[in-house]
Nanobody, 121 residues
């Protein structure tokens, strides 16, 4: 079975950093890992960025320069390094897998369970 396991969320002060992990298992095809977040009370999942095992990345303008996507292919794990966090970054963060290079959440077939990031002011 294909599974994504997200971890690394927590409480951090504004200006601080967190690194989220997304451990993937069961994949037999090349895929991309996208990162999304859902703010409290919002239904929409905001696209943050996407990466693949070749090191290609793409970021939304809202996080470019603060967030960095990377991966450890040996561990089948993707990472989202988040720096200079702001209270408005508070959200549940998700990783998801797609066979496509896409920003559209509807094109992601597999989702991790989400991890809560809370940024205090």
């Amino acid at each position: 079975d294909v599974q994504l396991q997200a971890s690394g969320g927590g409480l951090v002060q504004a200006g601080g950093s967190l690194r989220l992990s997304c451990a993937a298992s069961g994949f037999t095809r090349r895929h991309a890992i996208g990162w999304f977040r859902q703010a409290p009370g919002k239904e929409h999942k905001e696209f943050l960025g996407i990466g693949n095992s070749d090191g290609d990345t793409y970021y939304s303008d809202s996080v470019k320069g603060r967030f960095t996507i990377s991966s450890d292919n040996a561990k089948n794990t993707a990472y989202l390094q988040m720096n200079r966090l702001k209270p408005e970054d508070t959200a549940v963060y998700y990783c998801a897998a797609s066979w496509l290079w896409t920003v559209d959440a509807g094109n992601y077939d597999y989702w991790g369970q989400g991890t809560l990031v809370t940024v205090s002011s």
